[in-house]
């Protein structure tokens, strides 16, 4: 077996922890699959809410030629936009991946990058005005992919990407095996998964929501 492929998950304080860990379920499965997780330093991240921890493997100066970049949301992300070593090393490794993806919030952090600029692409709803100012085309699609950049929408569409990218890199047959494997066969419960199905009523709960959470790991 030649040298495996390595995925790089960017962590940080904040971090949605379904964006990071379902790409990861998907493609640690794979045999030709390495996934690492990178942050400014090596140890422990908290998620949203303060409450769960995820640890990085490597620093952002150890990985330097990842074959695939995943970046996950979550509210952290807004510390990264102004982040220059984080940007930079974006950039540079972007000039080498087979594929540079995105899961919610993310999907600002490519954005701030100019990565996305002109192309379509999607993030969670609830930052999609956000990332249409940077000059992308938005898609209501849950994954995305335009070349060699992939977005996905919301902590449960990471899945779907995952999948997705291991097609790509392997062969629709392990990615088949790997859906059966993570038993991923989706019975909606309410048709509230989109804006578009949850309607205004829903939609204001689900913000407000989100609003109190965040005060709420902020006070954390």
């Known amino acids: 077996m030649g040298r495996k492929l390595q995925v790089a998950v960017v962590l940080f304080d904040g971090v949605a922890v379904l964006d990071a860990i379902a790409p990861y379920e998907c493609l640690q499965l794979l045999p030709n699959v390495e996934v690492v997780f990178v942050a400014h330093k090596i140890g422990s991240f908290k998620d949203t809410f303060g409450y769960l921890s995820v640890n990085s493997t490597h620093t952002f100066q150890d990985i330097t030629h990842p074959d695939i970049l995943v970046v996950p949301g979550g509210l952290g992300i807004k510390n990264l936009l102004k982040d220059e070593a ?4 974006i950039e540079q490794v972007d000039n080498n991946t087979l594929y540079t993806t995105a899961v919610g919030s993310g999907s600002l952090l490519l954005a701030e990058t100019g990565l996305l600029t002109g192309i379509s692409a999607t993030t969670h709803w609830s930052v999609k005005e956000a ?63 989109s804006t578009t199905k949850a309607g205004p009523e829903v939609t204001a709960k689900a913000t407000t929501l989100l609003y109190a959470n965040e005060l709420r790991a902020s006070n954390h």
């Open 86 to 89: 984080v940007l930079e090393w």
């Open 131 to 193: 990332l249409e100012k940077h000059g992308v085309k938005l898609s209501d699609d849950r994954v995305v992919q335009e070349g060699k950049i992939i977005t996905a929408a919301g902590p449960t569409s990471a899945i779907e990407m995952g999948l997705k990218l291991a097609a790509l890199v392997t062969s629709e047959e392990f990615a088949k095996s790997v859906q059966l494997i993570l038993e991923y066969d989706p019975q909606v419960m309410y048709g509230t998964g």
